[in-house]
Structure formats: structure tokens, C-alpha cells
């Protein structure tokens, strides 16, 4: 590596993170029990119908993180709250 | 008949204009030509992402699917929202490591995370043969919209030509900022016109949603759920975790990441994205109303379908506006396409090559590589039959390959050597190629396995040889630990 190869910030993990992994887990672990065109759900067959609310709450799930990010001071642009955050390579 | 070409053909005229205006006041040296200086904001790199979206792949291959295969065809809503939900972390890491170090494309990456210019000769090569069937299925896409815009004046062939010939123009011409500019006009007409369509269409040919439904599931029982055997619950799952791994190993994304200037800007997609993406479902839709509609396309005419029952329904002149939304879906993304492969042959394997080429050199070598690179995607075009969904899980196969190596380079250091690495990419891609030429599945390789197992996407397959070679390299050659040691 160059010497003056500039220091990267780490990624620093929380435990509400792993609430990303929800929308894979739900979404394609009920398969089995989705897997059906009755109820309609909207006009919608029940499969379809399914994996579209998922899709709606992954997006709720990740405002959430981002949220939990931001007051953290996780997710703050360097350039608008100065040398802050995950700089320091703070573990928890 | 002449009304939807002049209409095509006047949407391309402005794709150009909006092209040589973005231009204008930037001096375009190849970070300028491919990375867009890197300041575009939060609203670009969405434009620019969101862009990737409604390609081709989903405006024509999404309805394609939901018209011949039916449920399967919904793979396409899940990956792209689990890929954003990856994005969120994968690609400030991504961001935040460019930072500095003037990285312009996928392999760059990969030679300073691993200091290993012989990866980054590998990973521009994978990048470069996943590319290729990605734009093959653009350009079959505006063959399609050309020739039935045209409603068969122009025979298909001449039509690739045609849309070949408008996407080398377009790319040659405007570079990155182009695409920026275009994806705004596309995304709004695409949005209209998909929305449109899959509202009316269900509503005028069977009275609603839930009619139309249940209509499908009378005449053709099954068409709606996913199958014991084949497309089956094993397939689903398995080709949406290979796929939403594999988004961010695309070399455009790459490069895409790049262009943003605060790694917040991934975190806010992230969010947004999912909820945009379901614009897709009116693209089902349509597919959907398409079945019972206008039956009778098999194989890959099902691609055929939305120009079909757009025919069988609307005025030319509409006709004609939808061939102008279809022909941005093909614009923008493939001339992101054609950039970053010719910039991975340019800085990546010519450079490589002949390092004392000069900036300038290598400027002019991603530029002459447009039209070459178009070529050769064209000859393939016009000498292959496969549907579009079915080329671009071919070129998934290929460059989900580098997710491993990619994974494993976080960190201070990577967690495997630049060796294991190689290694590991080198079988998967072995794998993929021994699998795509013999048209195998796992079903037939080993048929007393169990339905759960045999229908997995054999992509998976290839994956999991390329870890197990990563770490038998790993365990087998001696770890170098550099931090212990200072």
C-alpha cells in the first residue's frame, strides 16, 4: 500500500443492524405459507400480494435504521457535522 | 405507420440534445467521460441508480415473464428490494475506500484493496464477459420497440442496427452526464406510461384487478403460485439470493458508486428505492392482462407481448410514445453499459498492457472501444435466441463471482489473500461456463437428489465452489500477518 494512501473510517456495527436481514428472512421464508393465489388481497393474488407488502416494510425497516444511524451519529456527512462519528473507529 | 417512427425518432433527437447540453462547460477527460468528476448528489446518483431499474430487462423482459411464466416472473420485485437493503451497507464501505484514491473503475478497486494488478486484469475480464450479454439484451430490446413501432416496415435485423447504431451515437457523444440528464426525461415517461398501461389494461379487458386474476387462474390453474417442481419455492429463493448478492458486483454499479459525493447518499436510496421499484408491478401487470389477451407467443416472442396488446388496444400515436419510453429504457442503461466496459478494457486491460500510455491515450483507446464493443454485441444479438430475462441471469451467474472476493476485502486488510482470491473467481467462472455450455441443471447432474435441491439456480452451484476453493487456498498457503509483526 502507498504511503500516503489515505485512512479509510471503519464501519461500526449496532445490534439493531441485524434488522436488515427482516425483509430476506419474511419475505422468502414465508414462501410456503404465501405460496397461494386465494385470498385476493387487493385484486391482488396472495402470493403477489405478499411479497409486495414486504417490499413496503423493507422500506419502512431501513428509514428505521437509518434513523437509529443518524441519531448514532452514524450516518452524519463528515463535511456537516466536522470530525465526528465513525472517524475515530470507535467500537462499541 | 410512419407516426410512431417519427415519434421514435424525434425522442432520440432530444436524447442527443439533452446529451451534447450536459456537455457543455465540462472538459471530458475520462474521469469527467465515466465517473461524472464525482459531485453528482443525491438526486443524480438516484436518477442514476433508479435509472438501472427500468431498463429493457424489465420494461419488455418483466412483462415477457409475467406473460409466459406467470408467478416466477415476481423474482424481480424481491431481488432489487433485498439488494437495496444490502446497498445500505456495501456501498458507503464501497465510497468511503474510493475516497483518494482516484479509482474510476470495479478492477481499480480490487488492485488497491488487494494490491494485486493481476486481480484487477481478472475482475475487468469477468466484468467485461457479464457486460456483454447485458447489452446484447438492450440492444434485442430496441430491435423489438424499432421493429414493432414500426409495425413490420422495418424487419428486426435492421432495427438492431438501427438501435445499435443510436446507442454507440449516444454513448460516443455524451459520456456519464448524458445518462444523468436522459435518465430524468426517462424516468418520468416511463413512470406515466407503465402506470397507464397497467392500470387500464386490466380494468379493459376484464373489469378490474381481481377479475383479471381470477380469469388467469381459471384458464391456466397454477400460472399464479410457484411450482412444485422447476420455478419452483428452492428456484425463487435461491435466484433472489444469488441476484440481490450480485447487483453491486455489476461494474456499472461500480462505477455508479463513484459518482456520488457523500457515501449519505446510498443510506437515503436505500430507503427510497424499495418503495420506487414497485412501479414494476404495473410492468406485471401488463404482462398479466397480455396472457389471456393476445395468446399464442412462446418462447422468447413472449418478450414481444407489451408491444402486442399495446398494438391490439391503443392508437398509433400512442404506439408510438410507449416505443419512445421503451427506446430511453434502452438508451440510458446500455450506454452505461457500453461506458464502463469500455473503460474497464481502456484503463484496466490496455493499460495493463502498455503502462506507459499516456491519460490522453488512454481517453481516446475507451472511446474507440464503444463502437468495437457494439460489434460484437450486435453479431451476438443477431446470432442468438435466448429471451432477455434468461440473458441477464447468464450474466448474473458470471459476476456474482466476485462477491466472495469482495465481501472478504473489508476490513483493514483483506481476509484472504489476492491467491485465494483469483483462485476462487477462476473456478466459479469455470463452473458457470461448464454449466452454460452443456445447458445442464442440477437436476440432471445428479437426479436422485431431492425436487428442493435440484431446482436451486445452478449459479449457486458455482458459488459454492468458488468459496471452497477460496478456503482451501486460504487454509493451504501460510497467512501473512502484517499487524503482529509491526
Known amino acids: ?92 | 405507420m410512419t407516426l410512431p417512427l417519427a415519434i421514435l425518432g424525434a425522442c432520440f433527437v432530444i436524447a442527443i440534445a439533452l446529451g451534447l447540453l450536459a456537455k457543455r462547460g465540462h472538459d471530458m477527460t475520462l474521469e469527467q467521460w465515466s465517473v461524472g468528476g464525482r459531485g453528482f448528489g443525491t438526486l443524480f446518483v438516484f436518477l442514476l441508480m433508479a435509472g438501472e431499474i427500468y431498463t429493457t430487462f424489465t420494461f419488455l423482459g418483466g412483462s415477457g415473464w409475467a406473460y409466459g411464466k406467470g408467478a416466477p416472473a415476481l423474482y424481480i420485485l424481491c431481488y432489487l428490494t433485498l439488494a437495496y437493503s444490502l446497498s445500505y451497507f456495501l456501498l458507503p464501505a464501497i465510497w468511503r475506500y474510493s475516497q483518494g484514491r482516484g479509482l474510476v473503475s470495479q478492477a481499480d478497486f480490487f488492485i488497491a484493496k488487494y494490491e494485486s494488478p493481476a486481480l484487477g486484469l481478472l475482475v475487468s475480464l469477468v466484468g467485461v464477459a457479464a457486460l456483454i450479454p447485458y447489452l446484447v439484451l438492450q440492444l434485442k430490446g430496441m430491435g423489438i420497440i424499432v421493429a414493432e413501432a414500426s409495425y413490420g416496415a422495418i424487419a428486426p435485423v435492421t432495427a438492431i442496427w438501427c438501435g445499435t447504431i443510436a446507442l454507440t451515437l449516444y454513448v460516443v457523444v455524451s459520456g456519464v452526464r448524458g445518462s444523468a440528464w436522459t435518465a430524468t426525461l426517462k424516468d418520468v415517461m416511463i413512470l406515466v406510461i407503465v402506470v397507464a398501461m397497467g392500470t387500464y389494461l386490466p380494468y379493459h379487458y376484464y373489469g378490474g384487478y381481481g377479475a383479471m386474476f381470477t380469469a388467469i387462474d381459471t384458464a391456466k390453474p397454477g400460472f399464479l403460485t410457484l411450482g412444485a417442481t422447476g420455478m419452483s419455492q428452492s428456484w425463487f429463493v435461491s435466484t433472489v439470493l444469488l441476484t440481490s448478492v450480485g447487483v453491486y458486483t455489476w461494474p456499472q454499479f461500480f462505477a455508479g458508486v463513484y459518482t456520488a459525493r457523500s457515501e449519505n447518499v446510498f443510506r437515503k436510496n436505500a430507503v427510497v428505492l424499495p418503495l420506487y421499484q414497485l412501479v414494476v408491478l404495473f410492468v406485471f401487470f401488463t404482462g398479466f392482462a397480455a396472457t389471456l389477451a393476445v395468446p399464442g407467443l412462446v418462447g422468447a416472442d413472449a418478450d414481444l407481448s407489451l408491444f402486442r396488446i399495446a398494438k391490439a388496444t391503443f392508437a398509433p400515436w400512442a404506439v408510438g410514445l410507449i416505443g419512445a419510453a421503451g427506446l430511453l429504457t434502452a438508451l440510458v442503461p446500455g450506454s452505461m453499459l457500453l461506458i464502463t466496459a469500455a473503460t474497464l478494457i481502456a484503463k484496466n486491460i490496455y493499460r495493463a498492457a502498455a503502462p506507459a500510455s499516456s491519460d490522453r491515450t488512454v481517453g481516446i483507446v475507451a472511446r474507440a472501444m464503444v463502437p468495437v464493443l457494439a460489434l460484437l454485441a450486435l453479431y451476438l444479438t443477431l446470432n442468438g435466441g435466448q429471451a432477455i430475462v434468461a440473458l441477464l441471469l447468464m450474466g448474473y451467474s458470471v459476476v456474482t463471482q466476485l462477491f466472495p472476493a469482495l465481501v472478504l476485502s473489508f476490513g483493514e486488510r483483506p481476509r484472504i489473500s489476492a491467491a485465494a482470491a483469483l483462485a476462487g473467481i477462476v473456478a466459479g467462472e469455470c463452473t458457470v461456463a461448464a454449466i452454460t455450455l452443456s445447458g445442464t441443471s442440477i437436476g440432471k447432474l445428479a437426479p436422485t437428489l431431492p425436487q428442493v435441491v435440484k431446482d436451486l439456480n445452478v449459479g449457486v452451484v458455482a458459488l459454492a465452489v468458488n468459496c471452497a476453493v477460496i478456503a482451501v487456498v486460504t487454509l493451504a498457503t501460510p497467512r501473512r500477518r502484517p499487524g503482529r509483526a509491526a
Open chain 1, 1 to 92: 500500500m502507498p504511503v500516503d494512501a489515505p485512512v479509510t473510517r471503519r464501519h461500526v456495527w449496532r445490534a439493531y443492524h441485524a434488522l436488515a436481514l427482516l425483509p430476506a428472512v419474511g419475505m422468502l421464508g414465508g414462501l410456503p405459507f404465501a405460496n397461494r393465489v386465494y385470498p385476493l388481497v387487493c385484486g391482488l393474488p396472495f402470493l403477489m400480494a405478499w411479497l409486495v407488502g414486504w417490499v413496503i416494510v423493507t422500506a419502512a425497516i431501513m428509514a428505521l435504521v437509518l434513523r437509529l444511524d443518524r441519531s448514532h451519529g452514524l450516518a452524519s456527512d463528515p463535511e456537516h457535522s466536522g470530525a465526528g462519528d465513525a472517524a475515530t473507529g470507535k467500537t462499541p
